[in-house]
């Protein structure tokens, strides 16, 4: 009997900063995951991290930096596809032709458009507005099943479903309708400093977030800091105890443990004690990723390698897309 068709999966990060445990935890670990059981396509999202000012020489670094890390983390470019966004045109291409089937006021709703417009308010430019759009269009353009992303990218999920709804109404059958796909424990993960925010490498508090590439000396330090209540009772209440909860849910993540067994180990012991485990076992999960990572990003040439092949793989399938797309729109194709 031949093979069922596995579903294909779609996922961005962009290279706006150095990754954290937030991103690791919420994305990029269960991109490797989630490759023994789907075809996959990652992508540094470059294209997309221009709608906030970047410099261009650290704009360069980071998306090599990204596609490092991703590596270290365990994509296998050899099963499945590693690119970089602005290498495959396509992107931009549908996203034009997307833009135009998109309303202004269904945009204007967006959340993290109003967010980031209120953080850059001397940068609300049309890229930021238009950036669901494009988003709309790196999933369709692959028609992906589902796209693995963390709890903030759910409304820009729904629109591009509802892009593709209304394109396959007006035009007839073209683009798959995409599903979300969100780990329900890693979901979000806090700041250690405040855990009512979301860890973010943009947070000006260094404490609050773990980055990918930290030691094990310092992961130590930034969770004996790590804010907790005064109580002393490691139990899991994400409203009565956010920073206990938090920690919980990253030290589960490591070590396979349900939260009942969590309470069970640390019945009777201080948060000193817990402490010390999720920062151990925070420390050995990154430690091999972190060893990875440097030794991968020495290799310049072997990164831009799979850049290279992951982009012409990638172009191959998204360009059969907008042949497609633009045929159905009415724009004039030559015989080739
Ligand atoms: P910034 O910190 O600048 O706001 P970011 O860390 O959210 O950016 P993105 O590139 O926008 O970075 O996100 C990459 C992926 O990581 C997305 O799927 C996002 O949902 C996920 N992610 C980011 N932060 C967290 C977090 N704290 N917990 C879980 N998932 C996260
Ligand atoms: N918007 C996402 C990054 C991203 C993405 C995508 C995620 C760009 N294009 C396509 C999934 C599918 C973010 O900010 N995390």
Not at 55 to 80: N, V
Not at 94 to 109: D, I, K, M, P, Y
Not at 272 to 294: I, N, S
Request: net charge neutral; with cysteine; proline share 4%.
């Amino acid at each position: 009997m031949a093979e069922e068709k596995r579903k294909r999966i779609l996922s961005g990060i962009q290279p706006t900063g150095a990754p954290t445990l937030g991103n690791y935890i919420g994305a990029v670990r269960n991109w490797a995951l989630l490759q023994n059981d789907y075809d996959c396509l990652y992508m540094v999202a470059d294209l997309h991290a221009l709608t906030v000012r970047q410099a261009p020489a650290e704009l360069r670094r980071r998306t090599r930096e990204m596609a490092a890390l991703l590596l270290a983390a365990g994509i296998d470019p050899t099963h499945h596809v590693m690119f970089v966004q602005s290498h495959v045109p396509a992107h931009c291409e549908l996203s034009w032709v997307l833009a135009c089937n998109t309303q202004f006021g269904e945009l204007s709703r967006m959340t993290q458009f109003k967010d980031k417009s209120a953080k850059h308010p001397d940068n609300v430019n049309g890229g930021l507005f238009t950036y669901p759009v494009l988003m709309a269009a790196d999933i369709l353009v692959y028609n992906a099943d589902l796209v693995p992303v963390g709890q903030d990218q759910t409304q820009h999920l729904e629109i591009a479903r509802d892009i593709a709804t209304r394109f396959n109404g007006i035009y007839g059958d073209t683009f798959v309708l995409p599903e979300g796909y969100i780990s329900a424990s890693g979901a979000k993960i806090m700041s250690l400093a405040e855990p009512a925010k979301k860890m973010s490498k943009s947070d000006t508090n260094a404490n609050g977030f773990v980055l990918m590439t930290d030691d094990k000396d310092t992961i130590l330090r930034k969770f004996k800091r790590a804010v907790t209540d005064s109580d002393e009772v490691v139990r899991f209440d994400r409203e009565a105890k956010p920073g206990v909860s938090n920690l919980m849910v990253i030290y589960s993540t490591f070590t396979g443990k349900t939260m009942a067994d969590i309470e069970a180990e640390f019945a009777g012991k201080g948060y000193g004690d817990f402490k010390l485990a999720v920062a151990e076992a925070t420390a050995d999960a990154l430690a091999p990723v972190k060893d990875e990572y440097a030794r991968i990003l020495a290799d310049k040439s072997y990164v831009d390698g799979v850049l290279k092949e992951g982009a012409a793989r990638a172009a191959r399938l998204a360009d059969r897309t907008v042949a497609k797309v633009y045929r159905k729109v009415g724009l004039l194709q030559l015989e080739r």
